[in-house]
Each structure stands twice: as structure tokens, then as C-alpha cells.
């Protein structure tokens, strides 16, 4: 699909592809478009100082099985403050709260100052990020929308609000997690066009040398129905380099560790399959957590069974990136599929193309970080600005009939 001209029809969502090499001879074929788009939405926290009702009579795929709510009321309920492991076998049958303990600059009496002004502007700049992103090849919003930072289900509601404004009705799926910053993953869809069918958490589970546990961020596993097709999503945001590259990344090859057994287990019952793993993965796509703990390529001629597509990988060493340090662009966001995705064109959803989203909005446009992403905060002092992330976003396409 090299050579290809695009025209989008709106509203209806199909591309007409016309061959530039026999226009005399050319067949018009229509095209019915999903855009499937990641981002980090760097420390998106509500104003409210909070803490987790954990019931352990549920089961950890229960939405409810832990809630945020505020530090007051979770305080006044007399549930016992938990302070032993966090596992869903030492937690089962126990009713605790479990205190977040690093999030007390995201309230407005932190040194950020969070306050609702700035919370509001936060979720417009994002939604208009998000409503933005892949319209320009298809002329409509995406269908999927993994996120990472966000710290729980009330973010995801008021950012959903905000969307429906734009014309977009989503829905979503988010758990809380264990991580010491009280940040998850999560996934907006569109209502009209994606049905969850099943949903769970992946608990990457982290030893410290001392031999106690380090938590971070579930990976999300969502499957369901796009367009009527069966497909799974994993939204991740693997453990930070903090400390050095080397020095973390047996964190992050654990994390890849459980995700390729996720993906795995699905390929082993249906080689056919269709998977996307997004995430900022805080690793680059030719890091070994990536390329070899995964299995990935770069090339959809090389994927075969039991190894997995990374369109990312092409795009970094081109210079592209998603985040800036030190003037170095790194491509940690990225989106990975299973071989059905690129390999069975006449079946349902392809991959088409991958994109960094990255207008002039998004761009700091002076000082020293001139040219990186517009982050929301410089130290503690408030921007305006979106993320210190560009988002990312996959075009699907699959042929119909006129």
C-alpha cells in the first residue's frame, strides 16, 4: 500500500485507494477506517486528596473491587488503613483502605497548587488532543483510546464528558491499581462502535533487593467487538528508568514478561487473533524488553507465528520520538500486533499506518525545552500545555463492499 492515494468520504469513515501505477486500468476499493491512538497524559489527578477502598470479597475483576474515593470519607468509613502486601490472595476476604502516599502535590494545598481552573483546562486540552488525532486521514475521532497517568475513574468521566462535547459519546475501562503514585492505565471507546466483551488486570509484580514488593502500573487487558470484530487491546506503562537504563530494566523486561504471556495465551487457542499492545513502554522499540523479551519486528514481511509487528521501530530510527531528554528524542510509546493484524489483508482489520501526533499546539515553542512536547508542568510552576508526551495513533482499515 506503498503507492497509494487516500480520499476520505465523510461522515461514513471509508477511503477509496486508487493505484498510481495502472490509472488507466485503476479499481476503486472502499475502505472502512479505525483509529486506534495511545497517550500519556502526564499526572492526570483530580483536586480531591484520595485514597482506595479495597474489597477483597470481590473479584479483582470487578471494577469495584478497588475504588478511589476521597482521604476523608474513606477515613470516616473505620475500615482498617492496610499496610501488608498488596496481593489479590492476601487481600481476599478483607474489606481496607489503602492509602496513596505519593500524590500530595495534586491537591490545592500541594505545591502545585492543583486546583479546579487548572484540573478543567487539563481535561479540554486533553479531549481536544483526542478528538484531534488521526482526524485529518480519516475525518472522525478514534475508536480506541489507551491512556496511561491518569489517576482514576473520575478523570476518565469528566474527560468523557468533555469528549461528548466534540461529538464523540465514550465509554471505559480502568481499574486502580497498586502503584505507589496512584496512576493507571485506561481505555476510552467509542460507544458506537466498540462492544467490551471481557476485562482484567495484569499485575506486574516488582522485588526490591530487600525482598519486599516495589508495585507499579497494571496492564490492561480489554477485549471485544470493533465494528463486530473480535480484537484485544493491552494498555501498559512499564516501570521508569529512574536509577539508570540498566539498572531498571529487569523491571521492564518483567513487565514485557507478563504481556507476551497475555498475547501468547490468546495466539495458543487462536493463532488468528487480532492483538494491539499499546503503552508507554519507557523503553525504545530496539531495547530488549522490546525486541527480544516481546519478539518484535519492524518489518510486517518478517512477522510470523509467535512474533509480533512494532510499526514504531521504523519510525525511531528515522529520528522520530514521542518524549525529549537532554535533546534526544526517545520513542517509548509504541503500539504492537500480533501477525493477523498484518498478515490476512482480505480479513477484517489491517494495519495501515502508524503516526506520531505532533502539531504546532503540542510543541513548546521557545526557551530551553523549545521543540519538545508541551508539557503541563515545568517543575511545579503551571503551563497550560498537554503532556511531555506526543500520543501516538495506528490507522486500521478493511475493505468492504460498495
Keep these: 500500500m506503498n503507492n497509494l492515494l487516500l480520499r476520505i468520504i465523510f461522515p461514513c469513515?471509508?477511503?477509496?485507494?486508487?493505484?498510481?501505477?495502472?490509472?488507466?486500468?485503476?479499481?476503486?476499493?472502499?475502505?472502512?477506517?479505525?483509529?486506534?491512538?495511545?497517550?500519556?497524559?502526564?499526572?492526570?489527578?483530580?483536586?480531591?486528596?484520595?485514597?482506595?477502598?479495597?474489597?477483597?470479597?470481590?473479584?479483582?475483576?470487578?471494577?469495584?473491587?478497588?475504588?478511589s474515593v476521597p482521604e476523608d470519607s474513606a477515613l470516616a468509613s473505620g475500615l482498617e488503613i492496610y499496610k501488608g502486601e498488596l496481593s489479590f490472595e492476601k487481600l481476599k476476604g478483607k474489606q481496607v483502605i489503602r492509602k496513596q502516599i505519593l500524590t500530595d502535590e495534586?491537591?490545592?494545598?500541594?505545591?502545585?497548587?492543583?486546583?479546579?481552573?487548572?484540573?478543567?483546562?487539563?481535561?479540554?486540552?486533553?479531549?481536544?488532543?483526542?478528538?484531534?488525532?488521526?482526524?485529518?486521514?480519516?475525518?472522525?475521532?478514534?475508536?480506541?483510546?489507551?491512556?496511561?497517568?491518569?489517576?482514576?475513574?473520575?478523570?476518565?468521566?469528566?474527560?468523557?464528558?468533555?469528549?461528548r462535547k466534540k461529538g464523540s459519546v465514550y465509554g471505559f475501562v480502568h481499574f486502580n491499581s497498586f502503584?505507589?503514585?496512584?496512576?493507571?492505565?485506561?481505555?476510552?471507546?467509542?460507544?458506537?462502535?466498540?462492544?467490551v466483551t471481557g476485562q482484567k488486570r495484569l499485575i506486574v509484580s516488582l522485588e526490591r533487593n530487600s525482598g519486599y514488593r516495589e508495585y507499579t502500573r497494571d496492564i490492561l487487558w480489554v477485549e471485544g467487538l470493533l465494528d463486530g470484530e473480535k480484537m484485544y487491546f493491552f494498555?501498559?506503562?512499564?516501570?521508569?528508568?529512574?536509577?539508570?537504563?540498566?539498572?531498571?530494566?529487569?523491571?521492564?523486561?518483567?513487565?514485557?514478561?507478563?504481556?507476551?504471556?497475555?498475547?501468547?495465551?490468546?495466539?495458543?487457542?487462536?493463532?488468528?487473533?487480532?492483538?494491539?499492545?499499546?503503552?508507554?513502554?519507557?523503553?525504545d522499540p530496539t531495547s530488549p524488553s522490546i525486541k527480544k523479551t516481546i519478539g518484535t519486528f519492524s518489518r510486517k514481511s518478517d512477522v510470523k507465528k509467535g512474533l509480533y509487528f512494532n510499526p514504531a521501530e521504523?519510525?525511531?530510527?528515522?529520528?522520530?520520538?514521542?518524549?525529549?531528554?537532554?535533546?534526544?528524542?526517545?520513542?517509548?510509546?509504541?503500539?504492537?500486533?500480533?501477525?493477523?493484524?498484518?498478515?490476512?489483508?482480505n480479513q477484517g482489520y489491517q494495519y495501515y499506518s502508524m503516526n506520531v501526533f505532533s502539531p504546532l499546539y503540542l510543541t513548546t515553542k521557545e526557551g530551553q525545552w523549545k521543540g519538545y512536547p508541551f508539557r503541563s508542568f515545568s517543575g511545579d510552576n503551571y503551563t497550560g500545555g498537554y503532556s511531555d508526551h506526543f500520543p501516538v495513533y495506528t490507522i486500521l482499515i478493511k475493505e468492504i463492499n460498495p
Excluded at 502503584?179 to 462492544?195: H, N
Design 13 to 67: 469513515f471509508f477511503i477509496t485507494l486508487y493505484s498510481n501505477v495502472y490509472a488507466q486500468n485503476s479499481q476503486t476499493r472502499n475502505f472502512k477506517t479505525a483509529t486506534v491512538m495511545f497517550y500519556n497524559v502526564e499526572n492526570l489527578y483530580d483536586t480531591i486528596k484520595s485514597a482506595d477502598i479495597i474489597n477483597g470479597n470481590l473479584l479483582p475483576e470487578d471494577p469495584n473491587y478497588q475504588i
Design 235 to 283: 494498555v501498559n506503562h512499564w516501570p521508569s528508568r529512574r536509577g539508570g537504563e540498566q539498572a531498571s530494566m529487569p523491571k521492564r523486561i518483567k513487565a514485557a514478561e507478563v504481556l507476551k504471556k497475555a498475547m501468547d495465551s490468546i495466539l495458543s487457542v487462536n493463532p488468528d487473533a487480532k492483538i494491539l499492545a499499546m503503552g508507554d513502554y519507557n523503553d
Design 314 to 345: 521504523q519510525l525511531y530510527k528515522k529520528g522520530s520520538g514521542t518524549l525529549a531528554y537532554q535533546d534526544i528524542f526517545s520513542f517509548f510509546d509504541q503500539q504492537i500486533m500480533s501477525p493477523a493484524m498484518v498478515s490476512n489483508p
Design 179 to 195: 502503584d505507589a503514585r496512584g496512576v493507571d492505565t485506561g481505555l476510552l471507546y467509542d460507544k458506537s462502535r466498540f462492544i
Design 106 to 163: 495534586f491537591y490545592y494545598q500541594g505545591t502545585k497548587v492543583w486546583n479546579s481552573k487548572k484540573y478543567h483546562q487539563k481535561i479540554s486540552n486533553l479531549a481536544k488532543v483526542i478528538s484531534e488525532a488521526g482526524r485529518t486521514e480519516t475525518h472522525a475521532s478514534p475508536a480506541i483510546v489507551g491512556l496511561c497517568e491518569v489517576e482514576n475513574e473520575h478523570v476518565l468521566n469528566d474527560l468523557c464528558k468533555e469528549l
